[in-house]
């Protein structure tokens, strides 16, 4: 079964808002990963949250992790048009790192 | 440093053909990951290999589906007598070690089944 579940499945807003998703895992991790995916594209790395870890920026996005409620979000501050795309979680098994488990994905769209 | 490579990108077959989906890791990379992804979904694990050597394939369907990564040259992705339902886009990724934690994918190639 899919091990993350992103809420909201879709996003709309207007360039300059904030956009948050949210990701849900099941099982213990020992890092949680964010992809981008533009349609009909490949996947582009955005970010790496380790387990021991809680909070972690780069440039306009923000990565929270909750091992507690095993939940990550992911803040996109001042969206732009082009940060219009789908937005996945990814996470591995605690005893297995190799393979990546995805998210159903939040479809994400920024209106000019 | 070019990054991952497949090809084709788009891919068409006739139901009962074979199909063939190539994926190049980025230098220095030794660990490849295929994954697949239906549309509207996020991707799922298919198998995961080192050179000439199939690590976990517990994503992979049990029939018409293998992986290959050679000693010299790309992994392999074949699909035999292709389905419908095998429609999708394939991605690889790549790593340069083991739970590295950071995969690397390519733009995927979209297979579409006639």
């Known amino acids: 079964s899919q091990q993350g579940e992103e809420d909201p499945q879709a996003l709309s807003i207007q360039e300059g808002e904030n956009a948050t998703m949210n990701c849900s895992y099941k099982t213990s991790i020992n890092n949680l990963q964010w992809y981008r995916q533009n349609s009909g594209r490949g996947l582009v790395h955005l970010i790496l949250i380790r387990s021991n870890e809680r909070e972690k920026h780069s440039g306009r996005l923000r990565v929270t992790l909750d091992t507690s409620k095993k939940s990550s979000s992911l803040l996109i501050t001042a969206s732009r048009a082009a940060d219009t795309a789908s937005y996945f979680c990814a996470t591995d098994f605690l005893y297995n790192t190799d393979k990546l488990i995805f998210g159903t994905g939040t479809r994400l769209q920024v209106f000019p | 440093n070019a990054g991952v490579m497949q090809n084709p990108r788009h891919l068409v077959r006739r139901r009962g053909q074979e199909a063939r989906l190539r994926c190049s890791p980025m230098?220095?990379?030794?660990?490849v990951y295929w994954y697949r992804q239906l549309p509207e979904e996020g991707l799922k694990f298919m198998v995961y290999?080192?050179?000439?050597?199939?690590?976990?394939e517990s994503g992979m369907p049990k029939e018409r589906f293998s992986a290959e990564f050679p000693k010299e040259g790309p992994s392999i992705l074949r699909i035999q007598q292709v389905v419908r339902g095998d429609s999708a886009a394939y991605f690889c990724a790549s790593s340069p070690g083991a739970g590295v934690g950071e995969q690397y994918f390519g733009p995927g190639t979209r297979l579409t089944v006639t």
């Open positions: 230098k220095g990379h030794s660990h």
């Open positions: 290999l080192q050179k000439e050597n199939i690590i976990d």
